[in-house]
């Protein structure tokens, strides 16, 4: 349990710069900028699934959870945020590195990931235009009362804020991951099952680094194909999905974004199980 708790706390720790980044951003955004800034901001996003899938390819979640919040204040678009989470690789570099693959496995997944970040946000910026929502204020959502604080002390509070959900969370998943959850994906994986990467995708969607710690060693170890592994990959988010649901209030579009993940996740395996 000393261990669990110490893990959950570490991984949390991680998060800390990404969270405050995001948050100072975010208070920037709504205090300091004036409307034309906003538009001019605005228009940039259309090359933001080419940026937030080259920095979501770096290890660790921390820019899945940035992405999400920035999102959540709708500084970014949807395509950026979907873009952030097919190629965020959170634990699988350093697993990788640790069992010495080799290099050009490495750069084939991060590859596949970032072109598929990229064309999948471009794709989703382009068939849905959502407009920013212009009233939307984070502390008049999380009802803080901090619009007349400094903008550094207000994004330090928010921050405090998801830091302690996250904290919670990711205790009680890596709980249950150590208590028989990590046995249990290790069994329910077929390697030569064709629907395989449906499963795989499901499993990468769990929020914590332990989704893609147990695919990547399922791999090394032979247990389960290279498409079911690129398909958990592309959903593992992190706990980028997790803040998702806490910070954007429109749950419904929550499950549409968790649903569009699965979906490209599980497809693109299939299709490479199918064809390659």
Known sequence: MKEVIIDALIDSIKLLPFLLIAFLLIELFEHKFNKKNKEKLS????????????????????????ATNLYATRIITLGTLISVYLSTSDEMIPILIAEKAPLDLM????????????????????????????????????????????????ALKHTFNIFIFILICTLIINMIMEYGGNNLLNKILLKHNIFAPFLTSLIGLIPNCAASVVLTEL?????????????GLLTGAGIGILVLFKTNKNKKENVQILLTIYLIGSLIGLLMELFI
């Open 43 to 66: 228009k940039s996003n259309k090359f933001g699934p080419v940026l937030g899938s080259i920095l979501g390819i770096i290890p660790q979640c921390g820019f899945s959870v940035m």
């Open 107 to 154: 750069i084939k997944i991060l590859a596949i990931k970032l072109l598929i970040g990229i064309v999948c946000g471009i794709f989703i910026d382009l068939l849905i235009k959502r407009k920013t929502k212009e009233d939307y204020h984070i502390c008049e959502e999380e009802h803080c009362n901090c619009d007349d604080e400094h903008f550094f002390k207000a």
């Open 219 to 231: 791999y090394l170890n032979n247990a389960i194909t290279f498409a079911a592994l690129i398909s």
